[in-house]
Each structure stands twice: as C-alpha cells, then as structure tokens.
C-alpha cells in the first residue's frame, strides 16, 4: 500500500510548526512528508521590524530548516510555489511539480496597498529578511548622503511610517533607539530627524487597551515619533507623500516611506481555485477548507471567525502555532485511518508590543496590563517560547533572547 503523501507550503510559523507535529506524530512508514519553502531558512516575522531599524542583525532572525526537521522523516525541497491546483492535487513549483493526498497551505502574507497610488512602486515593506535588510542599508544611506552633498536634503532625514498597527508601532520603537545611533555615527544633529507615523484611525494600536495605548504614544513621542492621526495616505512617491486630514492634504518630502498598515493572504490562494473570502479561505473547525476535503490552510492564508467580537482573528504568530498542533492532529488522525478529528479554538495567552528595548505593553493571563520593562520581558519570552515548540532547547540556547536588562 503506498504511503499517504503530505505536502506542506511554507515555512513560516503555521508551516514549520505543522511539520514539526507531524514528524514527531507520523512514523517513517506511515506517511511521506515534504516540506516546501522558497528558502532554505525560517525566519521569525515577529522580530523583522528590529532588523528593519538595525537593532538585531537579521541572521539573529533566521535559522536553518535543516536544524529543525528530521531528514529521516521530512523531505525538504526548496522552490517556489507558482500555483496550487487543488482539483488535481497537485502543486506546481518553479522546478518541479508536486502530488498530493494531503496538502497544508501555509504562504503567509503580502503587503495589502489598497489601491494607494505609487504605494507598490515606492514604499519598502516588511515582509522578509531581504526587504528588512534593504530597509536598514537604506535609512543608512540616505544618513550618510546627508553630510555628503552640498545642499542638505532634509527629505534624506524624513522616515515616514505608514500604519500604526503592530508591525508599524514595532518598528517606530526600534527606530526610537536606533536613530540617535546614527546620528551619532553620522555626524548629525538629531533634531533634524523627523520620524513621523500616519495612521487612518484615530488612535493606534486598535484593541488595545486605551490606557496602553496613552502609554505607548507618550513612550513614543518621548523619543521624537510624530503622529498623525486620522490622516489617509494618498499618494506616495519617490520624493515624498500625500496625506489628507480633515479634507486638508499635506506634502511631506521623504525618501523613505515604510508601508505596515495591512497585509493579505498570499495571493496564490485567491487563484488556486479554493473556495475564500476576500483571498483568505475560511476554514471549517477542523481547519479543511469548505470546497476541498484533503486541504488544510493555517496562518494568515486562514480566516476564521472570533464570534465574540464578530470579527476575523488577526494573524499572529501565536494563533498559527496554535493552528499546527491541531492541523497536524487532524492530519495523524486521517492517516491512520481514525475518526477523531478536533476543532480549533483559539487560547489567547496574551498580545505584548514592543516599544523599542526595555520598553513595551501587554496583556497577560485574562486581564493582567504590563507597562514598560516588565512587559518587555514577557515579549522575550513569548519570542523564546515560539523557539523552543519549535527546536527545543537546542534552538532556543542559540537564538533566543535573554538581554532582559
């Protein structure tokens, strides 16, 4: 009898973690397992926005597929997904074309632009370890152009920040302890440094608690973030952007706009033929997708419904962890031919952001608020949590974080 085939997509949280469950699940006879990632290392989405600012070195944000998976049991190819044909179960990739009875979607997400003019062509994007990289060397440069011209360009010192959501408040309270750094490296005043977010909501950080939300403004604009609330991004260029606040628009000159106001499921989804809702699939409870029995979807390709606020869950890294444990049950119990198969529930174990080092919010255990250094260590440890349900003691010894002071 031939062996059941698992394909995996992707390596992210929801992928990685799934694989992980079922090489520890599945025996080597049981099931032939291939993950497929488009490289040959994880790495953590959480932390990108710190090697976007330059205060963790992205190869701190990565580590290899290899050190994680049992080649024993797991067969790592490394490619790119061009289309998912879920008809045919069969996954086509770049080099190569894949067959499947069971397949788990897990590509992650893209930049939502919202149809914002010159959005795609002219603001960076944190999605990845390259284009964090490239964010970095970026504001580098232009730092170090600043001193190197005739004329002082003041649009080389603007950094814009689009969204003022978890990834955009992130990555300003990085930039809050990064900037006087170069500063100091570059010979430049750091009054002239204009860090300015812009976000459509009149407040940030929607769902948080208000008081944590006063908390991280104050913390925020203690370090010289601007904010401008309320205000629509409407056009973006080389040279600056367009904003619109009650009915007014404002020019702002700046050669670097960092877009972190949306994301959207990978878009390969929306064109597999799958049944979804705005390019997400909305699962079932055991996390198959409605039009296709053999096809599970975790992590920002899933959408599913938090029916107390009646309201999608965001996508975190803590509801795609969670996501694997039951997509990887499910999977155990349909190869072995077992009728048990169990319905996710989200546990929500808390939501903490940080504000830069040192520095952050929360809230833990129900309703417990953390402010400030206490909170930052519960981010650390959230963060060396998702690597050791991953790699174990192994992974977390070398990549975690323990510079609590």
């Known amino acids: 009898m031939n062996k059941p085939r698992i394909v995996i997509l992707g390596a992210g949280y929801g992928g990685l973690a799934t694989t992980v469950k079922l090489q520890k699940q599945l025996g080597i006879n049981d099931a032939h397992i291939t993950l497929v990632n488009k490289h040959d290392y994880h790495y953590e989405s959480t932390w990108l926005h710190e090697s976007a600012a330059g205060t963790l070195h992205h190869d701190r944000s990565r580590y290899a597929i290899k050190d994680v998976i049992n080649s024993g049991k797991v067969d790592f190819v490394q490619d790119t997904v061009t289309s998912i044909k879920p008809d045919d179960n069969k996954v086509i990739l770049e080099n190569s074309e894949l067959d499947y009875d069971y397949l788990v979607v897990a590509l992650g997400f893209e930049a939502a632009t919202f149809g914002i003019p010159g959005l795609l062509e002219n603001a960076f ?3 990845n370890i390259n284009q964090s990289r490239l964010i970095r060397q970026h504001i580098e440069y232009n730092f170090a152009k600043y001193n190197n011209e005739k004329e002082k360009n003041q649009d080389r010192l603007n950094i814009v920040v689009g969204g003022g959501g978890f ?8 930039l809050g302890n990064r900037i006087p750094e170069l500063c100091k490296e570059y010979d430049i005043d750091r009054s002239l440094v204009r860090i300015i977010n812009v976000e459509a909501a009149p407040s940030i950080l929607p769902g948080f608690d208000p008081q944590l939300v006063e908390y991280a403004m104050n913390s925020l604009e203690g370090k010289g973030v601007e904010f401008k609330l309320g205000a629509m991004l409407k056009e973006c260029t080389p040279e600056g952007i367009v904003i619109e606040k009650d009915g007014e628009q404002e020019q702002i000159p700046t050669r670097t706009t960092v877009w972190a106001a949306g994301v959207r499921a990978n878009s390969l989804v929306e064109e597999s033929g799958l049944e979804h809702n705005r390019g997400k699939v909305e699962v079932k409870p055991d996390l198959r997708a409605p039009s296709h029995e053999n096809v599970f979807v975790v992590g ?10 009646e309201r999608p869950y965001p996508p975190t890294a803590q509801i795609a962890m969670q996501e694997a444990d039951v997509c990887a049950h499910n999977i155990v119990m349909l190869v072995k031919g077992k009728d048990e198969l169990e319905s996710f529930t989200f546990n929500n174990q808390g939501t903490v952001a940080s504000l830069g080092h040192g520095d952050a919010i929360g809230v833990v255990f129900g309703n417990k608020k953390l402010f400030g250094w206490s909170a930052s260590v519960m981010k650390k440890i959230i963060d060396n949590r998702a690597l050791f349900k991953i790699g174990g003691i192994g992974l977390l010894l070398k990549k975690g974080k323990f510079n609590i002071f």
């Open 300 to 309: 920002d390709c899933a959408l599913i419904w938090n029916k107390e606020t």
């Open 125 to 127: 994007t944190i999605g």
């Open 167 to 174: 990834t955009g408040i992130e990555f300003l309270g990085e």
